[in-house]
């Protein structure tokens, strides 16, 4: 709902294909869980960038590249706002510029349990999901009910 939220203004056509390419934008830096490093290059706005130069290249417009660019974004934003149980604390936020690690100093999402095989997995997660639903859900409403019927510039 993030990358709904803040990408929304900026693409070229509201829809819900529309909604559903910001979405998956935003949970996309998150792909590095595959690769056993959470929270690194991935989740920067040097990534951020790249992300919306890619789109600017498929799409060839620059209201496209802008929207990923803001989605991705939006992830790194809500991450650096989350509990953090895992070291290194906090998310690479400025690569390429440093390799340091950011932290927020308040803490609005509760952590993540990537631990499948705990009792308390699923009531855990269950919790942090509908945190992010409480927070993001109004802001993400207010957002497309605010950009309803204006028409969008190609």
Not at 49 to 70: E, M, N, Q, Y
């Amino acid at each position: 709902m993030g990358g709904i939220a803040i990408g929304w203004g900026s693409v070229p056509r509201r829809d819900m294909a529309t909604a559903a390419i910001l979405a998956a934008v935003s949970i996309a830096p998150d792909l590095d869980l595959l690769a056993f490093s959470h929270r690194g290059e991935s989740h920067s706005v040097g990534a951020a960038v790249i992300a919306g130069l890619l789109a600017l290249a498929i799409t060839r417009k620059p209201r496209w590249a802008v929207a990923v660019s803001l989605a991705w974004g939006s992830h790194i934003l809500l991450d650096w706002l989350s509990n953090d149980t895992r070291p290194p604390i906090g998310v690479m936020a400025l690569w390429p510029f440093t390799r340091d690690y950011y932290k927020a100093g308040i803490e609005i999402f509760p952590p993540v349990s990537r631990r499948y095989w705990e009792s308390r997995f699923w009531v855990h997660n269950l919790w942090a999901g509908f945190v992010e639903l409480v927070v993001l859900l109004p802001l993400t409403a207010l957002v497309v009910r605010a950009f309803r019927g204006r028409r969008t510039r190609t």
